[in-house]
Structures are given as structure tokens and as C-alpha cells.
């Protein structure tokens, strides 16, 4: 199946593979690699060169909508919320509240985003200041998102330690970080912390603020438990798959059960996905960053295989997903391809619009760009082209047909600097539709094709990447 044409700079579908297989095809990995981080850093400026401007092809990711929509929603969201007690989580494309965020309570585990996406934008504006084009009053809207973050951060710094709190859910009978006390759903109620030992792939990505800590700290106990950490999952929330030329891709298990009293693995589940034995899309993304982002902390070699693996195995089944993901673009050419399914394995239940997950493919996206990274930094400069120029071509799809039409703009006077809709009367608060948070059948709490805040953060953390690695 070919490629959508809107895309003309990037690999046809099926061209992924052979390309993979015809770059360097054995790939020596060295823990100490002789290429330095600035000629990595300068390889992969080069590839630029055979792309199209990525300013242009990703200029939605720089528009003053991202930042219009970040500082109304924080705005808006202090009143009689100071200090806030709730959080922005989904922003419904249906319904009464459609195109408003709803909010959740502060010790909920998305709660962080919504802040990191504030701090995302101000840290955009310091260090890249031309990447909020036409704007003379930058320094007065710096100034007003270091404020705002300041404000919706605050309560998640008065709580207690978040790197010591997730190590102290560590157990090393287990050789892993307890992910859930409970999983209750239809039929469902696995709630013993004597018996049961609940871990997420999810939980890759929790990793990095261990080491992260423990880089600045000296804490050997922390780098410690994160790897074993990855070392466990990759035993038991992994499922070998065999690729093209007989390559080890691999596909995830959301949830797995030990015995946290003799680390047995006791079941395998899911929480949020279509089935245990299915390949929940939003999962294997955590995985694809998590595991890229281990490697460049340890330069495990086995990281990076494996992160390969997982990053293949998440651009096949986008290649090899049901024509019915297509969708025409007026004058010619499709848009969609890239955008994931909820989850890959799930029978689709509405032909005319298949159910999504936005925001899991812009976490695998961020993953592939820290990979594309990773496979320079051991020479492998070819492999590492390629996972750039998926990881773009999927941010550029996502755009293209997630991107909420319902835009803001930022207006300025000598008062304040007003956010206002680019059509009036038509607001929707996040950048991205089509996400699902939880589409599982036995869920209490099922909510799906909505705006999603981390997938807004993730999509900004995007062109932060692509800035801080000089490509745009």
C-alpha cells in the first residue's frame, strides 16, 4: 500500500522495510561509542539536506495556536482553582462539554502534563525564541507562562519526592517497580498487595526520572532498580516477533501479575487495551520511548535492540492496518495512515471512522527521535535516517488529521495579551482530536476520540526535540 501523497518526502510504506534492510545491516554496539554526541548530533543535521524544510511541513507544531490554546486553558483553569485541586485530563469532541476540558483531581497520574506542557512552551520561547514567528511581545508572554506554570506545578512539588516514592514501590524478589495496587474492572479485582504485584509497560517511561535523579544525586540504588527494572519487562511485558529477513521486532503486554513473595509471573492482562494478548497501541509507544530512553542513560546494548524492535514492530502494523485508515484528501492523496489505531489487534467497529489513538502516536514518534539518536551515537547513521524520517512523517500525519480546526490566536495590547478563537464561537482546548484514553470493554471508566493532555504534551515535546537537535 502506498504512502499518503501529502507526504512526498518521506518513505512509502512498504519502502520502510527494505530501506531498514538495505542501511547497514549488522550493527556493531558499543557502550563506549567512538562517535561523540556533537558528530552525532552533526550526521543527523546532514540528513536534512534530502528532507523538505521541516519548518514548513511541521509548521502547525510552531503556530501561535499551540501556545494561544496552552495559555488560555492555564488561565482559565486558576479561577477558583488557586492552587489548583484539579487538573485539565480530555477535552470531549461530543456531548455537552465538548471542546472544554475536563478536569481531574490533582493526585491523578496525568495531572504532571498539563504543567510540563507550560514549561514546554516557556522553555520553546528562552532558548528558541524564533520559533514563535511574528511575535514582538515575547518577553511579556514569557514572563506570564513562567507565572503560570509556576502556579499549576506548585502542589505537584509540595508532594512527597515523586523519584524516592516510585523507588520505594520497588521490590527485588520481583526485580521490578510496582506499577498499580488495584486493577478492578467487569469480572475483574486484583487488589492484594501480599499476593498480586501489578506492572505496566507504561512504566518504561517512569524510568527516566530515576535516572535522571540518580545522575545528580550519585543514588546508585536508583539506577540500579530502573534497570532491572527494563531487564525484568523485557522477560515478561514483551512478546518476540519475527520481521522481515527473520529481525526480532517485538510487540507488548500492557499488565502483568507476579507473586511479589517468590517474583513468579502469575498472568498477563490489560488494563486499557483490547485484550491481553493484543497489542494495545498507546503501550508499545511507552514502550518504544521508554527503552530508547534507558539506552541513552546506561548504553545498554540490549536497550537499543530492543527498542529497534519495539519502534519495527509499531511501523508495521501502521503499514499493514486496514485501507479503511485512509482517508481521502480533497485534490487528491490520502491523510491517516500514521495515526494509529486505538489498538492494533482490535476488530474495527465503525468502517467510516476506524477508533484512534492520537497521542500514542506522537509518544512513539518522541521515541524514534531519541532513537534516531541513539543508533548515531554507535554509528549506525543510516538506521538512524530512517527512524527520523518515520518519526516526521508521523507527527506530519497526525497533524494533517488530528489537528483540531477549531484554532486560537494570541492578540496583543497594552493590557494583557488576549487569546481569542480564529472562528468565533468554535473552541476546542486541546491541539489534537482523536485520542482514547481507555476503550477496554470490562473498564468502569471507558472514554475514547477526544483531545488528551499528554498527547498535547507530547506533540510540543516533539518540536522541542527537533529544535534542541537543530533540524528546524
Known amino acids: 500500500m502506498s504512502a ?36 552525532s548530533d552533526h550526521a543527523l543535521r546532514d540528513g536534512k539536506e534530502n528532507m523538505e524544510s521541516l519548518a514548513s511541513r511541521l509548521r502547525a507544531l510552531y503556530d501561535e495556536n499551540v501556545t494561544a490554546k496552552i495559555l488560555r486553558t492555564a488561565r482559565e483553569g486558576l479561577i477558583n482553582n488557586n ?17 472544554k476540558y475536563i478536569l481531574r483531581e490533582a493526585d491523578f497520574w496525568t495531572c504532571g502534563f498539563f504543567p510540563g506542557s507550560v514549561y514546554s512552551i516557556a522553555e520553546r520561547l528562552t532558548k528558541y525564541p524564533q520559533a514563535l514567528p511574528g511575535s514582538h511581545e515575547k518577553e511579556r508572554l514569557l514572563d506570564e507562562l513562567w507565572q503560570l506554570g509556576a502556579a499549576w506545578a506548585e ?9 524516592h516514592s516510585l523507588y520505594s514501590r520497588y521490590n527485588n524478589t520481583v526485580g521490578a517497580i510496582r506499577s498499580w495496587d488495584v486493577l478492578a474492572q467487569h469480572g475483574v479485582n ?51 516477533e519475527k520481521g522481515a529477513g527473520g529481525r526480532e521486532l517485538f510487540s507488548t503486554v500492557h499488565v502483568v501479575n507476579f507473586d511479589p513473595k517468590t517474583g513468579n509471573l502469575k498472568e ?11 497489542t494495545w497501541a498507546r503501550g508499545q509507544a511507552w514502550a518504544v520511548l521508554g527503552y530508547a530512553q534507558s539506552f541513552m542513560w546506561t548504553k545498554d546494548p540490549d536497550f537499543l535492540h530492543v527498542a529497534v524492535g519495539l519502534a519495527e514492530y509499531f511501523i508495521l502494523r501502521l503499514e499493514t492496518s486496514s485501507a479503511l485508515v485512509e482517508v481521502q484528501v480533497p485534490g487528491g492523496g490520502v491523510k491517516g495512515r500514521y495515526v494509529p489505531l486505538w489498538d492494533f489487534d482490535a476488530p474495527i467497529e465503525n468502517e467510516k471512522n476506524p477508533l484512534r489513538d492520537s497521542s500514542a502516536g506522537v509518544i512513539a514518534a518522541n521515541g524514534m527521535l531519541v532513537l534516531s539518536q541513539a543508533l548515531a551515537s554507535v554509528g549506525s547513521v543510516a538506521k538512524s535516517k530512517i527512524f527520523l524520517d518515520m518519526a516526521v512523517t508521523m507527527v506530519e500525519d497526525t497533524l494533517a488529521f488530528s489537528l483540531a480546526p477549531e484554532l486560537a490566536r494570541l492578540n ?19 491541539v489534537l482530536k482523536n485520542a482514547t484514553a481507555n476503550h477496554n470493554a470490562k473498564d468502569h471508566k471507558r472514554y475514547w476520540d477526544h483531545g488528551l493532555v499528554y498527547g498535547d504534551y507530547y506533540l510540543i515535546e516533539f518540536g522541542n526535540r527537533l529544535l534542541k537537535m537543530g533540524l528546524v
Open 83 to 99: 492552587p489548583p485541586a484539579v487538573y485539565p485530563e480530555y477535552v470531549p469532541q461530543t456531548g455537552a462539554d465538548a471542546g
Open 155 to 163: 502542589p505537584i512539588h509540595t508532594m512527597p519526592c515523586p523519584a
Open 190 to 240: 486484583i487488589t492484594s498487595q501480599t499476593d498480586d504485584f501489578l506492572v505496566i509497560i507504561d512504566s518504561m517511561c517512569n524510568l527516566d526520572l530515576l535516572y535522571y535523579v540518580a545522575s545528580h544525586t550519585g543514588d546508585v540504588g536508583l539506577w540500579h532498580a530502573a534497570t532491572r527494572h527494563a531487564k525484568t519487562l523485557i522477560a515478561t511485558n514483551l512478546r518476540p
Open 412 to 430: 496583543y495590547n497594552e493590557q494583557a495579551i488576549a487569546v481569542s478563537d480564529v472562528a468565533p464561537g468554535k473552541r476546542f482546548d486541546a
Open 4 to 39: 499518503p501523497t501529502i507526504l512526498t518526502a518521506t518513505l512509502p510504506a512498504p519502502a520502510f522495510h527494505a530501506a531498514y534492510a538495505e542501511s547497514d545491516s549488522t550493527m556493531e554496539l558499543h557502550t563506549e561509542s567512538e562517535t561523540s554526541t556533537s558528530d
Open 268 to 278: 498477563r492482562r490489560t488494563g486499557q487495551g483490547f485484550h491481553a494478548t493484543s
